[in-house]
């Protein structure tokens, strides 16, 4: 009896816990969108707060210009070697300019500026947030009747949006440099051909696509990094206090890290 | 449950059969089991009871953070759970928090944690703000150390701040959740002086949650005693004991160390 009770009830506990699952990621889902509202909200409130836009600016765009520095310069160096390589064997080296920029333009700038900015300033930022939840700041601005969108998550927002593309162009710039010591200081390609290859092949359009990239990755970033942190309370399985902070915290870097690899491939099959 | 006068001028806020729980769906914890209660104005009113009784969970229902499964909860005449973003917004400005951890934000100083709310609720101007802020300081014995950080003071200052910060709007009712806990008995002492000397002067109503029993009821007009959903509420504290229900009157014999009547 209890062994038949068992097999009949069994499909229904999956189908409940399945169904539980993905009321869950509604959820999650509708409760992200509304914080997105919401944050966007935050920045058309008065009074903006123009002192915490000044203070993220500095974290998240000045802060970071050290490692997106050495990650370009590596990259674009590494670019430049393996460029060379590949090319001579088809004796085109004259294309590496060509090569070197529209990957970094394209592709690696926004791609591994955001995964840089993601692992330094967004798990900052679900810590920061997380913490003051944990610990009833968060509520305690609510109860003074202090809207913390408006407060301390929209600057952030804002802060993002402006220091990514700026990092992203800084990232080309080094990338590019970096490319044109390897390939034209180290291993004897012409500097002009460089440059020239480099002019005759980089459109417009692939400076969009690169801009239109590091936009919607920031956007991603800080949406993910300050959401998760707004709600750590609230994400199953996360646990309580200081374990729950550091949870969410790996995994909102997880998270925006792979949204930014997915994005990356959907608006390169869109916009190419 | 507790009848409730609801036609009462004189209360500040009145619970009308609320029930709140927590959990998912096929496992919900209920903490509140239609509950009512009226805290008058202008008095202290005690929560009490043992740990993950809902005390706390009064608060933000009280505040809105949190909204219940079914009942009323009135401020004035509000219904809190009824109210929208920006009504609810307003009804806080009625109210001074104390937080069990004080709450104070960690980037900025004394002085800066004070002077918050009247920066971003009130049009005062740079100087107003700094007087008023000063007197406030003075008031509660934190001059020199405005210039602090919150993890540079002790609990007991950190209390301090975070009372001086919730009376900076001139609140009409002040909440104080679990105000004493991790402090020591001389601190707690002045603590509850502190909170006398403010209200006196103030006149606010108070609701103090609390677990700090029976000390806590020195301060009290009213007591509620809180535990597994349902509540009982005194006036004096003599009266417990005496209570009709038997958990209330076991929690005496093992709190207040009183003999079962």
Sequence with gaps: ?272 | MTPTNASSPESAIRFINVCKSFGEWNKRHLVLDQVSFVVPKGQTTVIAGGSGQGKSVILKLILGLLRPDSGQILVGTKDVSALGYKALQELRMLFGVLFQGAALFDSLTVFENIALPLKERTKLSHEEVRNRVTATLEQLELTGHEEKFPAQLSGGMKKRVGLARALQLEPEIVLFDEPTTGLDPVMTREIYELFAATQQRLGYTAVIVSHDIPQVFTLADQIILLNKGELDVFTDESQIPHSSKPYIREFARLVMGQSVV
């Design chain 1, 1 to 272: 009896m209890n062994q038949s009770n068992k097999s009949i009830f069994f499909p229904v506990r999956i189908a409940g816990g399945l169904g539980e699952q993905a009321l869950y990621l509604l959820t999650d889902l509708g409760r992200m969108g509304l914080f997105l509202f919401f944050a966007v909200a935050g920045l058309l409130k008065h009074p903006f707060r123009f002192r915490e836009l000044i203070k993220q600016l500095c974290f998240i765009g000045a802060g970071s210009v050290t490692v997106i520095f050495f990650t370009a310069l590596s990259t674009g160096m590494v670019l430049g070697l393996q460029g060379y390589y590949s090319l001579s064997k088809f004796g085109a080296e004259g294309m590496l300019g060509s090569a070197v920029s529209l990957s970094l333009i394209m592709e690696l700038g926004p791609v591994l500026t955001a995964l840089m900015v993601a692992g330094r300033a967004g798990s900052a930022m679900c810590a920061e947030i997380g913490i003051m939840r944990i610990s009833e700041q968060i509520d305690a601005l609510e109860c003074m009747s202090i809207d913390p969108f408006r407060y301390f998550i929209s600057p952030k927002f804002l802060a993002m949006l402006l220091s990514v593309p700026l990092l992203t162009a800084l990232f080309d710039v080094v990338g590019i440099a970096g490319g044109y010591v390897a390939g034209v200081n180290l291993m004897g390609v012409n500097g002009g051909a460089f440059f020239a290859g480099m002019q005759q092949s980089v459109t417009n359009h692939d400076i969009i696509l690169g801009v239109v990239k590091s936009y919607v990755f920031a956007l991603l970033l800080v949406w993910i990094c300050t959401g998760r942190g707004y709600f750590v309370q609230k994400i199953r399985g996360a646990g309580f206090g200081a374990e729950s902070v550091s949870k969410v915290t790996t995994q909102a870097v997880v998270i925006s890290s792979i949204s930014v690899l997915i994005f990356d491939y959907l608006l390169t099959a869109v916009m190419l």
